[in-house]
């Protein structure tokens, strides 16, 4: 809940934050693409894709980014996972790190978001926590309600902000590239492949306390 049509409109004009110019997020990603690229790939608007992906029914292209290491990690590799019975760590599959690695990006400039992180803002996008904290599933849905606030927060709007489901003391971004002016992005320092040595053992400190692991070799 609320799993529900929106509304016409919104019922007063959707306000903005402003994040500054000099913000360093962090993304994780597949290496076929570059760090500052944006995904130009529409999901399907029934099945698979993420929580605010563009669909043919509202076409932009879009990147996912956390404000901290924590926020990328969670809302890419850590949100499948289970807790084990067991009391047992959580196994990150090393096939969700192959061709996986995490980059660091500077804003040049500064970026207004919709803001989706208390119940106030949520509210006055129609919601409440279920737009932020869904599961898979009800992607489809949560998707319609981005492309939703997206229309109706006008062209100042260059993305969404919202808490990460996994640490709600992380958050995490959207950004919408026909929005977003070229060289917004700076890429800082070289990519990390994850699928490394040297990748493993900074996962491992980021990961220390979360019970989770990488698996076996």
């Known amino acids: 809940m609320p799993r529900y049509q929106p509304p016409p409109?919104?019922?007063a004009p959707l306000s903005g934050l402003v994040l500054p110019a000099g913000t360093l997020l962090h993304r994780v990603h597949s290496t076929e693409f570059a760090p500052d690229s944006f995904n130009p790939q529409p999901a399907h608007c029934l099945y698979g894709g993420g929580?605010?992906?563009?669909t043919r029914c509202e076409r932009y292209g879009f990147l996912y980014a956390g404000l901290g290491p924590l926020g990328a990690l969670g809302e890419t590799l850590l949100r499948p996972l289970a807790f084990d019975p067991a009391g047992g760590p959580r196994l990150l599959?090393?096939?969700?790190?192959?061709?996986?690695?995490v980059s660091r990006l500077r804003t040049t400039a500064e970026?207004?978001?919709?803001?989706?992180?208390?119940a106030k803002e949520l509210g006055a996008?129609?919601?409440?926590?279920w737009l932020v904290h869904a599961e898979a599933p009800d992607y489809p849905y949560t998707r319609d309600w981005a492309h939703w606030i997206r229309r109706h927060s006008g062209p100042w709007a260059q993305g969404l902000l919202w808490p990460s489901k996994r640490d709600p003391a992380e958050e995490c971004v959207v950004l919408f590239h026909d929005r977003c002016?070229?060289?917004?992005?700076?890429?800082?320092?070289?990519?990390?492949?994850?699928?490394?040595?040297?990748?493993?053992?900074?996962?491992?400190?980021w990961l220390e306390g979360l019970h989770v692991r990488p698996a076996p070799r």
């Open 93 to 101: 599959p090393r096939a969700a790190l192959r061709d996986r690695a």
């Open 181 to 205: 002016p070229e060289g917004l992005l700076a890429v800082e320092g070289d990519s990390l492949r994850l699928d490394t040595a040297e990748g493993g053992a900074w996962l491992d400190a």
């Open 51 to 54: 929580r605010f992906d563009s």
């Open 125 to 129: 996008v129609h919601q409440d926590s």
């Open 9 to 11: 409109a919104p019922a």
């Open 111 to 118: 970026l207004s978001l919709v803001p989706l992180t208390s």
